[in-house]
């Protein structure tokens, strides 16, 4: 088990690397965009908005979820048949996703930080119209813990269902992508949402935010369970 842990945490390194880059990068192009925003789209006044670290969050989330799922089915094929047991992989995959995730939102903590920092020394005239910090205080240990351990069951289900899931993840990941930011809005402007959205924000904001890490915990063990269930079944060619 621990050679199954340290030789994971030796290939993250070079993932550490590359979450730091695709946030750094996505970070620098909210910058931009908001740059281009402020100047020739918002009125004086109207504030500005965290977008630089909202889109690194979610280019980071798309790369984290992506390199985890494809872990899961692309290694454990490969790696059982080199005798890694089904434990030692599903362990030390998991714990180094974690280890990568953790790192993924500290990151995305200190970008939040900086971007307030900027936008105070380059809009001193506007005010932020959105706080970006306790959206994280309050749903960042539930997404830490429910990246990993929902890439896990899907690889955990690609391998024993085939491409077909691939398709069925994607439509949830581009339905959960494309509601989001409405229900975003919806929790903002409740007025303006439609009731789909209005009743979904209201449902999550009914949720007190010391309980979202007790829910975190409590979807990351249902769905590692699941996870585990398909994979230590799985059969190996």
């Known amino acids: 088990m621990k050679r199954a842990i340290r030789n994971q945490f030796q290939l993250s390194k ?4 590359g979450v730091l880059t695709i946030e750094l990068g996505g970070f620098l192009a909210g910058m931009i965009v908001l740059a281009i925003l402020m100047r020739f789209v918002v009125d004086e006044g109207e504030g500005t908005f965290p977008l630089a670290t909202i889109l690194a969050a979610f ?17 454990f094929y490969t790696q059982i048949s080199l005798g890694c047991t089904r434990e030692e992989f599903f362990v030390s995959m998991l714990l180094n996703e974690l280890l990568l995730s953790a790192f993924g939102m500290l990151i995305l903590l200190v970008l939040a930080a900086a971007e307030d920092a900027l936008n105070l020394h380059l809009y001193p005239a506007e005010e932020p119209v959105f706080a970006i910090f306790p959206v994280f205080l309050r749903y960042g240990i539930a997404a ?11 690889g955990a289900l690609v ?27 919806a929790v903002l402007h409740p007025e303006e949402a439609l009731p789909v959205y209005q009743r979904i924000a209201q449902a999550i904001m009914a949720v007190p935010s010391g309980a979202w890490p007790v829910v975190g915990v409590l979807v990351f063990i249902l769905t590692l369970g699941a996870a585990w269930m398909f994979m230590r079944t799985q059969q190996v060619n």
Not at 14 to 17: A, D, H, Q, R, T
Not at 60 to 75: I, P, R
Not at 171 to 184: D, Q
């Open 14 to 17: 070079n993932k550490c690397l």
């Open 59 to 75: 280019v980071g989330a798309v790369l984290l979820f992506a390199n985890f799922g494809n872990d899961f089915t692309s290694q």
């Open 144 to 154: 830490v813990l429910g990246l990993p351990a929902a890439a896990a069951l899907f």
């Open 159 to 185: 391998n024993r269902f085939g491409q077909v899931m691939r398709v069925v993840f994607l439509v949830a990941w581009m339905t959960f992508w494309i509601g989001g930011p409405r229900v975003g809005e």
